[in-house]
């Protein structure tokens, strides 16, 4: 496995004098021979966002993101380590997607659970193809849920380009194609965002559905009985956050900021269920933009979740 990129640079903060006071910048260490533990790994990408006509920007969120996490505090018992940053400097979107997915089947290969900081949510596509590829060589026929959290379905047709519209659609196919269940939960969608068209190939695809509107403080047990009902029929869980599921007053450094959203308050205890199953073996986040942020608003929620992701452990 090897990185396009590796920068320690994001990695400052503040240092306390007493005893008990570690914070991430001080307790992660660069990726070698370790113990199994928590990998990040950066996908500085926004090629699919630009060919989905969306702002440019995603590929400076790794950096960004790494900034935010550095001054958070430490809480973790396990490791973690920074795998570096997969790049796509060159707009060869595909190559870039490949070496995202050997790097992250290499991480699965070695006991630890990549986080993965995009980027457009091309991420998605990547991602999969580095889990697919690794649990390939140990099922036949793996049952996969993906749980994500978004306000658009990115199911658009991918035959016509490869975008940060796309990835769930070329997911579908490559499960049809390998004869694998596509399992799909689709949490925060927009339907003033997605059209008609979506929707129905949506339901084609039997996707687990619940839009921003419906995410609610009166249904969010509910909600995560469902989420748990998903998860209880799956043997490994692939969980992708796009930012973009996030009110603009809470994310309003993404590629479309939402008008309504669903606020970290109730999206966090959603991701505490997908994250105490015991069966996440993957997660990444998409869509942030630096360039568009304000205060780091966007990219201090990104680390928020991520400090969420990996309490237990």
Known sequence: MSADRIDTAPWTGRTDPEADTLRWHQAIRPLGAAAPGVAVLGFACDEGVRRNHGRSGAAAAPTAIRKALANLAWHRE???????????????????????????????????????????????????????????????????????????????????AHSSGTPFAQIAEDCAARGWPFRYACLGVSRASNTRALFRRATELDVLIREDREITPMSLAQIGRELDAFIGVCDHVYLTIDLDVLPACEAPGVSAPAARGVSLALLEPLVEHVRDGDKLRLADLAELNPAFDIDQRTARVAARLIHTLTLNG
């Open 78 to 160: 396990g490791p973690a380590y920074d795998a570096g940053d997969v790049c796509c400097e060159d707009g060869d979107l595909d190559a870039a997607q490949t070496r995202l997915a050997e790097n992250v089947s290499a991480l699965l290969a070695t006991g630890h659970l990549p986080i993965v900081l995009g980027g457009g949510h091309e991420v998605a596509w990547g991602s999969w193809q580095g889990l697919a590829r690794h649990l390939a060589t140990l099922e036949s026929a793996p049952r996969i849920g993906i749980v994500n959290f978004d306000a658009h379905f990115d199911l658009r047709d991918p035959a016509h």
